[in-house]
């Protein structure tokens, strides 16, 4: 392309340079020079052309392309194209707007530069054409060319190229909506496969003759609803023809269906046209490319997943054989409308809806047009679940075409009209911005452009001229947010409407209806839930409209759990109680964080939702800065005594006190489950191990206090200030270890040293008289939960005297201290009561559990053989010993003495070692060597992972357990919580195998010493 410009005066040369920058030019310098180019010359001083390059997408490229076709064309040629561009309106504006829009498009006229006489005609058959007339005009493309013995696919890439060049005039030039581009883009691909499969059939012949084969179009193509650039999804089903076997006919097919793929997707001069994808077959990938029609049948009766159904929804005939098309698609779609009855029906659709969110790569979520928030999937997931709800009973409902079956669903009362107005503009906003996008390169993406140049090229194409690109960057996030909005509003509203007999605003939809939406969203009880709901959200009251503000969302975050019913019943009580309070539906409607986090809470097990519903005022820590952080034990001892110290009596105090356990407890427990929630994937392993420390600790600190607290409280009633004796607390087990769990017991040790004066039996009768009397406080019916205190592990176990004195303790540990207790006083550590006396407790036994040289051979092997007869004769008959949590393969038992012994063996040289926490104990031994890293890191994935099971289980259950729940909802509760996808439990167990299988293979070598 050459250029030759002429002298100009400075004057007219800043005036012409004013002039195209008035046009929209970024490069007048450049544009100018283009001007000036000798194919140009018969026009370069006619406005009327630059009035036609400014009104363009991107002037520069415009012009640009136009010189470089100029230049493509013969003489005589050129002057027609250039009289023709300035006296036929027509061409211009379409030629012009390509060339403005499309690189690709401007590269393919100038590979064939008689193409833009296909732009000329403006016939009202050219401005809407369908299949027919696209079938025509590639079978002249391809056939119609003189001596043309044989097709060759790259003359189908040039036709198809085209036929695209009309469509993407029509398009930018207004001529065609989104929905009419769509149309013909899928008609374009429809006639393109059909004159791909003449070609593979007049290839081979001898295979066209042994079977019949249809081609059914799927995804977009099949909803009439396609890309610019789009894989075009299709699935083959063939029959054999009179006198072929049927093996040989699907082999014929198949061959057939491979070659007709090719003639599509293969790379020739002409490049590509767009691949066939076949991968929405049966079995996808992995299943045969072709099958008859009665083993698709068979498959989707027996084997097919919810997605497979929801795909088919846009199933129609395409190419090959007609009758069998139709016949294809009449047999599937009654099963179609039945998927929404499956069991699994809503955890396979939220398991899809999540899938999407988590491919997407980190760096292109803001920027997703598609697949992102806000996005076109957000439509067109909200429209196919509403119509698979509905649908089953409404025929309206059933259109392919998003827009088409939105449409269908306003008209039927499902969605509100304003609502599925808003939500048709946003989807053409953001499909159009699609379209766009695809056509300047013709490659296929879904990303916006980041580039200034492009974001401007695109805002003009999409007629944005006063500060585009910024317009651009408002409106796609105005619609986006829409399309967020809408998408949770389609579902819920609706339902409110239904119950709460609004006049005004929003769908009516019937109870019928509402209780079927509810059905199909995962509610298992939905008349009890329309009920809550009519209770929640009837009437005229400013609470009822808070509710019905909120109630959508909430709805959502109920039905994205394993219990919605739970949920919904939970808030309802909770509402109930707090209806009067008029800080609690503020702090839901303005405190977005407190809203979702109530609803994960009330929905997400028993255990929290009990503790909120004892006190809901604690509702506000959901919403408060750092509300859900655990306090420390300092603090909350502080709290506990001085609660204690202003009631009346020891029953008192110790409610008090057991009222701060309670809400500690739930603060722990929210925290917890908000956090575990809705993990994308399985949390990393430093993640878990942390979480489990901070719920240990918290639990640990928090059960300390409280037996200050109860100390205190016994102390004070009977003796005053002064008790005749100083009395220490020594947590033991996982209390001792700062590792409790929600159902944890607390196992204790009580010790006594009677005051300098005082009476030794008074002393230890005092001392026996408070020990007994903090028992029975803590334990006394109440509406919190219990606080158990065991005292087993005391010397000679519950045939021992409850309390001892430390120098008891030291007489008995002298002379008759078994193996078995010198463990156990390894997680030994005060908790309340004197710390003087605690710390010299922790120095009589610190020998004992940490013996000099270690542990001698005998006392090995008598651990080794406790430790095998607990597993044979304290495992629960008819456990599984593959998913006990404590006393199972791998878990928490084998884990600890695993740690213990090496504990026994090496701390009196390591002290690192000298810890009563399992994990830090673990470390400690992997860095002095005891452990290999694998198998610390082995050992440790499993103790925690048997740790969080069981924090699962008392969450989701409300009571204490060591096994997996056999209740499927529990059991899917418990999956969330540890990270898994609603269908998952199955996963979720093998997992669990696996981990504590490898953890028992570590055990067998460094406990057991099994080589």
Not at 83 to 108: F, M, N, Q, Y
Not at 290 to 307: G, M, P
């Amino acid at each position: 392309m050459t250029a030759h410009p002429a002298p100009q005066h400075p004057g007219r040369r800043s005036s012409a340079f004013s002039r195209l920058l008035r046009y929209g030019f970024t490069d007048p310098s450049a544009a100018g020079r283009l001007l000036q180019a000798p194919e140009l010359a018969a026009v370069r001083d006619d406005s009327v052309l630059l009035e036609a390059l400014g009104a363009t997408a991107d002037p520069d490229l415009a012009l640009t392309a136009l010189v470089r076709l100029a230049e493509a064309q013969d003489e005589d040629e050129r002057q027609t194209l250039l009289s023709t561009l300035i006296t036929a309106k027509p061409l211009r504006d379409r030629l012009l707007g390509v060339l403005g829009a499309s690189e690709a498009l401007g590269d393919h006229l100038v590979r064939h530069p008689r193409d833009w006489h296909s732009l000329v005609t403006y016939e009202a058959a050219d401005l809407h054409p369908a299949t027919p007339e696209f079938e025509a005009a590639l079978a002249e493309g391809v056939w119609g060319e003189p001596g043309r013995e044989r097709p060759r696919p790259d003359a189908l890439r040039a036709a198809y190229r085209r036929c695209l060049l009309g469509i993407a005039a029509r398009d930018v030039c207004g001529t065609t909506d989104l929905a009419e581009t769509a149309a013909e883009l899928a008609d374009l691909a429809t006639a393109t496969v059909r004159a791909a499969l003449v070609i593979a059939a007049e290839e081979q012949p001898t295979d066209a003759a042994a079977c019949r084969l249809a081609v059914i179009a799927m995804g977009k193509c099949g909803g009439r609803e396609l890309n610019y650039v789009s894989d075009v999804d299709v699935i083959f089903v063939a029959e054999a023809r009179d006198g072929t076997e049927e093996p040989k006919a699907l082999q014929a097919a198949t061959r057939l269906a491979g070659r007709m793929m090719r003639v599509c997707s293969d790379v020739t001069a002409e490049g590509t046209i767009w691949p066939v994808d076949a991968n929405l077959r049966p079995e996808g990938r992995n299943g045969p490319l072709v099958r008859t029609l009665n083993s698709h049948l068979a498959y989707y009766e027996r084997w097919s997943k919810t997605w497979e159904f929801q795909a088919l929804l846009k199933a129609r005939p395409m190419a090959g054989d007609a009758e069998l098309g139709k016949e294809y698609v009449a047999a599937v779609t009654p099963l179609v409308w039945q998927v929404s009855e499956r069991e699994n029906f809503v955890s396979d659709v939220r398991q899809m809806r999540r899938r999407v969110v988590e491919n997407i790569p980190a760096a292109q979520v803001d920027r997703e047009l598609k697949l992102g928030p806000g996005g076109l999937r957000d439509v067109e997931f909200a429209v196919q679940l509403l119509q698979l709800v509905h649908g089953r009973s409404d025929a309206t409902l059933h259109s392919p075409t998003t827009l088409d079956a939105l449409s269908a669903l306003a008209a039927g009362g499902y969605v509100g009209r304003e609502d599925a107005k808003a939500l048709d503009a946003a989807y053409c906003f953001l499909r159009t911005l699609e379209h766009r996008i695809q056509l300047y390169k013709m490659r296929r993406t879904h990303l916006m452009p980041e580039d200034e140049p492009d974001l401007r090229r695109l805002a003009r194409s999409m007629g944005m001229r006063t500060e585009p690109v910024e317009t651009l960057r408002k409106e796609w996030k105005w619609h986006a947010r829409e399309v967020r909005r809408l998408h949770e509003k389609l579902f819920y509203r609706p339902l409110l409407d239904a119950v709460a007999h609004l006049e005004a605003g929003g769908t009516r939809l019937s109870a019928k209806a509402a209780g079927q939406r509810l059905e199909a969203l995962g509610y298992a009880d939905p008349v009890a839930a329309l009920r809550h709901l009519e209770a929640l959200a009837s009437g005229v009251t400013r609470k009822a409209a808070i509710q019905r503000t909120l109630l959508p969302v909430l709805l959502a975050w109920f039905a994205d759990s394993a219990d919605p019913d739970a949920g919904l019943l939970n808030f309802r009580k909770v509402s109930d109680a707090l209806g009067k309070t008029p800080w609690y539906l503020r702090l839901l409607r303005d405190e977005g964080a407190a809203a979702e986090n109530l609803a994960r809470v009330l929905s997400a097990g028993r255990l929290a939702p009990d503790l909120l519903l004892r006190a809901p005022e604690a509702v506000a820590l959901l919403g408060a800065k750092d509300g859900l952080q655990p306090r420390g034990r300092a603090a909350l001892e502080q709290e506990v005594l001085a609660a204690v110290g202003r009631a009346e009596n020891a029953e008192q105090a110790v409610a008090a006190a057991r009222g701060v356990r309670r809400r500690e407890l739930f603060r722990t427990a929210a925290a917890d489950l908000i956090g575990a929630y809705g993990t994308d994937g399985h949390p990393a392993e430093q993640d878990r191990g942390h979480a489990a420390d901070v719920i240990g600790g918290a639990v640990s600190d928090l059960t300390a206090a409280t037996i200050a607290g109860a100390l205190r409280a016994a102390v004070r009633d009977q003796w005053g200030d002064t008790l005749p004796t100083r009395f220490t607390v020594i947590g033991m087990g996982r209390f001792g270890g700062h590792e409790l769990g929600y159902g944890s017991d607390a196992d204790v040790l009580f010790v006594h040293e009677p005051r300098e004066g005082a009476d030794e039996q008074e002393a230890a009768k005092a001392a026996h008289a408070v020990a007994n009397e903090m028992r029975r406080l803590l334990q006394l019916p109440s509406s919190d939960p219990p606080l158990p205190i065991d005292a087993d592990l005391r010397p000679e176990g519950k045939t021992g005297p409850l309390v001892r004195t430390l120098s008891s303790y030291a007489a008995y540990y002298r002379r008759w201290s078994l193996v078995w207790e010198a463990q156990a006083l390894l997680r030994a550590e005060p908790v309340a009561g004197d710390a003087e006396l605690g710390e010299r407790f922790i120095e009589l036994v610190d020998p004992l559990r940490y013996p000099v040289e270690g542990l001698g051979e005998d006392a090995v092997r008598e651990i080794r053989r406790l430790k095998a007869r607990m597993e044979t004769e304290r495992l629960p008959r008819g456990a599984d010993p593959t998913t006990h949590t404590k006393l199972g393969r791998g878990g928490l038992s084998d884990v600890e003495w695993t740690v213990q012994l090496l504990q026994m063996q090496h701390a009196w040289a390591e002290p690192g070692l000298r810890t009563t926490r399992t994990r830090t104990a673990l470390a400690a031994a992997r860095d002095a060597g005891l452990l290999a890293t694998e198998d610390a890191q082995i050992l440790d994935e499993a103790w925690v992972l048997a740790s969080r099971v069981r924090n699962a289980v008392m969450l989701v259950r409300g009571r204490p357990g060591d096994t997996f729940p056999s209740d499927a909802r529990e059991l899917a509760a418990v999956g969330r919580y540890l990270g898994y996808e609603e269908g998952h439990v199955g996963e979720m167990l093998d997992d669990y195998r696996r981990t504590t299988r490898r953890a028992r293979a570590v055990v067998e070598t460094i406990f057991y010493g099994a080589s």
